[in-house]
């Protein structure tokens, strides 16, 4: 490949970001005609593609700082047009090092999960329209952490929110599985209609949509706190936040495991704009001590409300659902925490960026480890056809592989060393304390429940004596190890080299993300 191919891909790669996947899903019916292995090339090849860019597009903005992409300018970075009066009017991406990181999550766990789900759904029908809405989905999140405006930010949610409910309810399961997508959607119509309100209120008050814009006009008027309100309750709840994670345990229990691994990046889309809005948009004129506590209480409420629940579940993915909805409070948490002390710059260089570190980190430990968990369970129904922990039992002795799977996932989100999971919690229990030891606390507690509740649970998968009934039952096929074994080989990876990743990825996103007065130049140029 020649340079010149190498500067153009390099340039035009946040609109192929969302270009390829949205190509490949349109055409994935009509492929689908030809044979289902042609299909299974297909999609491999769109989300392979798909994951390259985003790394190449992180690539540049971490070694080259933050990418502004114009769609339909003359130059792909020329935010603002001559007659634009000053505004930014075109559809533009910004992509800084806190985007790049979810694109980096959203790439590798997709990458893995595609590869996974070729064994897991064959024996399905319908997969062309299977495949088709989970490359929507994929364009949904990568498009919510590129985009630079609010209103293109809603119409990605909502690619998001359509596609992920007709994968929930994909398995139809006598209508359970639709009940919970319906839920889903019907939850998310709502959400949305309360950030499109937001949205309203901000261009009326500022005639901007562009996040960069409205930022550098922000006055935090009442109406401001109105839109910070519908636009917060909006993505917490998607996000899976307590109290407004009612749809989780469904949403994620029906759903086929390869999808329930992809909606927990989803969520996490949500957090990020969650975080964007907050750090971007408001920044220092929110009273960002008391928003700071919100954000705390949440968190809180999500590890606690979460594990209390996950602890007498018998359904392996509803317990799962609720150890997903405890692990985002420690996100919450740590993000918290760096919002609750961001305008005091002392505090912030003492534990307010190492808690905000270990927060963003803990999002991508989440995204491998919950995903792998996810992808083990599935692999367990694969072969047994069940989730109810009472009907399983000496697996172990079939299924090696996904035992070994499951135990460093289960180790990763019980915080225990050397896997990932504990080196950002060590990062929240230390920073949180200092910024208050009963938070810490509570955190260690939620962590040694987790641990309590995935001994139980790998006890009743894998250990015993071969049930009668499982007698014939074989590991997993090669496509849904290789899938779980890329997730796992992150988690260790993570887990052994925390500095590495910390000072490489972690910390320039936690920067990007307070620092506003960057982001808006970047836009703007200064203006």
């Not at 985009?147 to 399961?173: C, H, K, M, P, Q």
């Not at 692999?379 to 592989?401: E, P, Q």
Request: glycine residues 8%; proline residues 4%.
């Amino acid at each position: 490949m020649s340079q010149d191919v190498i500067n153009v891909i390099i340039a035009q790669s946040p609109a192929l970001l969302i270009a390829i996947p949205l190509v490949f899903a349109f055409f994935c019916p009509f492929i689908g005609k030809i044979s289902n292995t042609v299909r299974n090339i297909w999609v491999a090849a769109g989300m392979a593609l798909t994951s390259a860019i985003a790394l190449i597009l992180a690539w540049d903005v971490y070694a080259f700082g933050t990418r502004i992409y114009v769609f339909g300018a003359q130059a792909a970075n020329l935010a603002l047009p001559m007659d634009s009066g000053g505004i930014p009017v075109r559809i533009i991406f910004t992509v800084d090092p806190m985007s790049a990181l979810m694109q980096i999550i959203a790439a590798i766990t997709g990458l893995a999960i595609i590869l996974y789900s070729i064994s897991s759904e064959q024996r399905h029908s319908g997969l062309s329209s299977f495949y088709t809405l989970y490359l929507l989905m994929i364009t949904g999140i990568m498009g919510m952490v590129s985009t630079g405006d609010l209103f293109n930010f809603f119409v990605f949610l909502e690619i998001l929110s359509i596609a992920s409910a007709g994968l929930i309810a994909y398995r139809v399961d006598k209508g359970l599985a639709v009940e919970a997508a319906l839920k889903y959607f019907v939850l998310s119509t709502i959400g949305a209609l309360a950030i499109l309100f937001a949205i309203g209120i901000y261009y009326g008050e500022y005639n901007a949509l562009n996040i960069a814009m409205i930022a550098s006009r922000m006055q935090f008027t009442v109406l401001d706190q109105v839109a910070l309100v519908l636009i917060m309750a909006a993505l917490a709840m998607k996000c899976g936040s307590v109290p407004m994670h009612f749809w989780t345990p469904d949403a994620y229990s029906m759903a086929p495991s390869s999808i329930t691994a992809m909606l927990v990046v989803a969520s996490q889309a949500s957090l990020y704009g969650i975080f964007r809005v907050l750090f971007t948009l408001y920044n220092v004129t929110l009273n960002t001590a008391t928003v700071g506590w919100i954000i705390i209480v949440l968190g809180v409420l999500s590890m606690v409300v979460g594990v209390t629940m996950a602890i007498p579940q018998k359904n392996v993915k509803r317990l799962m659902a609720y150890h997903a909805i405890s692990q985002t409070g420690y996100m919450l948490l740590g993000v918290g925490v760096g919002l609750a002390v961001l305008g005091n710059q002392p505090l912030m260089d003492s534990f307010g960026y190492v808690a905000m570190e270990g927060g963003i980190f803990h999002i991508i430990n989440h995204a491998m480890y919950k995903g792998l968990l996810f992808l083990t369970a599935g692999a367990v129904f694969f072969r047994i056809g069940t989730y109810n922990l009472n009907k399983m039992g000496g697996l172990g002795h079939s299924m090696k592989w996904t035992m070994v799977f499951f135990i460093i996932g289960a180790l990763a989100i019980a915080g225990i060393p050397p896997f990932n999971g504990f080196a950002s919690k060590w990062m929240i229990y230390e920073s949180v304390y200092v910024f208050n030891p009963i938070l810490a606390v509570i955190a260690m507690v939620v962590s040694i429940l987790t641990l309590a509740s995935f001994v139980k649970v790998f006890h009743s998968i894998f250990m015993g004596p071969k049930l009668p009934e499982h007698a014939d039952v074989k590991e997993a096929p090669l496509s849904m190890l290789i899938g779980m074994g890329i997730l796992a080989v992150i988690v260790i990876l993570f887990g052994i080299f925390p500095e590495a990743v910390v000072n490489t990825l972690i910390a320039p996103a936690a920067h990007a993300l307070t620092n506003q007065g960057a982001y808006i130049s970047a836009v703007l140029g200064g203006a």
